[in-house]
């Protein structure tokens, strides 16, 4: 890997983390373009090492929410009286949310990062997940906001978040998906989806670092990726709140099949290989 394959990565990473169109199957598509050994364990690593300058830019960008968070929890654990408040619950939900993607991300990592790592899984679950996607908007009630979130939402988005580490079917499609099943409204299922990306993606890009920094990737190449998925991120973010305050997340849907068509055509033609 280069710098040029770093900047690459990075701008794919930035603009796909929060989309609905899979982060991991758009990097695993352009590190197959650029003549990178998807299924090898240094780029498979250096894929969840950049993906935490998008986590850094959510930080950013929700930050003094995520402090007001951090000091409701941490006083509600004292104080009775902040147990009630919407941040104290929202720090437990995260809490909560993230154990199942934690538990199973590092029971099945050989897998996700062997047998998964695969253009073939990442074009049918582009297809696949887009059937989830246009169906949850179909029967969408939108009818709860952010104060009636509940334990039980964040445990149904948590768990959903879980399919997502399937290459293609798209972390924030699945749980923001998860969210208008749950009858939350639009922003509401993103706001939550962006919460919590945060212990996952850090806790993966923490875990996988040493393997990205073993192989011939060199630490000036990961800051460089990390660095361009985070500025990158930061104006993604902001588009994709504004943008599904007005519109359906199937908005995304046919590019989602469209490229998954490509691809399969692609594989099937032995054009492409599949890793």
């Given at each position: 890997m280069n710098y040029f394959d770093a900047v690459v990565l990075g701008v794919v990473e930035g603009l796909t983390e929060f989309l609905p169109v899979s982060?991991?199957?758009?990097?695993?598509?352009?590190?197959?373009?650029?003549?990178?050994?998807?299924?090898?364990?240094?780029?498979?690593?250096?894929?969840?090492?950049?993906?935490?300058?998008?986590?850094?830019?959510?930080?950013?960008?929700?930050?003094?929410?995520?402090l007001n968070i951090i000091k409701a929890w941490t006083l509600g654990l004292v104080k009775p009286?902040?147990?009630?408040?919407?941040?104290?619950?929202?720090?437990w939900y995260?809490?909560?949310?993230?154990?199942?993607?934690?538990?199973?991300?590092?029971?099945?990592?050989?897998f996700i990062k062997g047998d998964l790592?695969?253009?073939?899984?990442?074009?049918?679950?582009?297809?696949?997940?887009?059937?989830?996607?246009w169906f949850a908007e179909r029967v969408a009630r939108q009818v709860r906001g952010e104060r009636e979130l509940t334990m039980k939402d964040a445990?149904?988005?948590?768990?959903?978040?879980v399919i997502s580490l399937a290459p293609g079917v798209s972390r924030s499609g699945a749980t923001i998906s998860a969210g208008l099943l749950?009858?939350?409204?639009?922003t509401t299922a993103t706001k939550l989806s962006f919460f919590l990306s945060i212990p996952a993606l850090v806790a993966a890009g923490l875990f996988e670092l040493k393997d990205a920094l073993g192989g011939d990737i060199h630490a000036g190449e990961a800051i460089v990726g990390v660095v361009v998925a985070f500025v990158v991120a930061y104006a993604?973010?902001?588009?994709?709140?504004?943008?599904?305050?007005?519109?359906?997340?199937?908005?995304?849907?046919?590019?989602?099949?469209?490229?998954?068509?490509?691809?399969?055509?692609?594989?099937?033609?032995?054009?492409?290989?599949?890793?």
């Amino acid at each position: 890997m280069n710098y040029f394959d770093a900047v690459v990565l990075g701008v794919v990473e930035g603009l796909t983390e929060f989309l609905p169109v899979s982060s991991t199957g758009h990097l695993t598509i352009a590190e197959k373009m650029l003549g990178l050994k998807v299924d090898d364990p240094a780029i498979t690593g250096y894929t969840a090492v950049i993906q935490m300058g998008a986590i850094g830019a959510v930080i950013v960008y929700f930050v003094r929410d995520i402090l007001n968070i951090i000091k409701a929890w941490t006083l509600g654990l004292v104080k009775p009286e902040y147990r009630g408040q919407l941040d104290h619950r929202m720090g437990w939900y995260i809490i909560v949310g993230s154990i199942p993607v934690g538990i199973v991300g590092l029971l099945a990592k050989d897998f996700i990062k062997g047998d998964l790592r695969t253009l073939w899984v990442v074009a049918f679950a582009l297809i696949g997940w887009s059937a989830v996607m246009w169906f949850a908007e179909r029967v969408a009630r939108q009818v709860r906001g952010e104060r009636e979130l509940t334990m039980k939402d964040a445990v149904v988005v948590g768990v959903t978040q879980v399919i997502s580490l399937a290459p293609g079917v798209s972390r924030s499609g699945a749980t923001i998906s998860a969210g208008l099943l749950r009858g939350l409204d639009r922003t509401t299922a993103t706001k939550l989806s962006f919460f919590l990306s945060i212990p996952a993606l850090v806790a993966a890009g923490l875990f996988e670092l040493k393997d990205a920094l073993g192989g011939d990737i060199h630490a000036g190449e990961a800051i460089v990726g990390v660095v361009v998925a985070f500025v990158v991120a930061y104006a993604s973010i902001a588009w994709l709140l504004r943008f599904v305050a007005h519109h359906p997340i199937t908005w995304f849907v046919p590019y989602r099949v469209a490229l998954g068509v490509v691809l399969i055509a692609l594989l099937a033609t032995n054009t492409i290989s599949a890793t």
